[in-house]
């Protein structure tokens, strides 16, 4: 479920998380455009945002966070 989708952090820019099941958050900064909005359940390949140079960027990215609680973790152990 999309738990917050703005720009109050300057430095990440448009910022859009989404919490999954057993405390689990992923987190998708610097996007140009988000598609979802709070309180949307979203599924799995689904399209949630569009990549951007928003924030303290200068070129397009994305800046993906996986975390548990307030713990950001290594996402390649999950991914």
């Known amino acids: 479920m999309v738990v917050y989708a703005g720009n109050a952090l300057r430095s990440f820019g448009n910022l859009l998380l989404i919490r999954h099941a057993s405390g689990w958050i992923t987190a998708y900064a610097h996007n140009q455009t988000i598609v979802v909005r709070v309180g949307q359940s979203v599924k799995k390949g689904q399209i949630v ?3 951007g140079a928003t924030g303290k960027v200068k070129t397009a990215q994305l800046h993906f966070e996986i975390r ?3 713990n950001a973790v290594n ?3 999950y991914l």
């Open 75 to 77: 996402p390649q152990k």
């Open 49 to 51: 945002a569009r990549a």
């Open 68 to 70: 548990k609680g307030k």
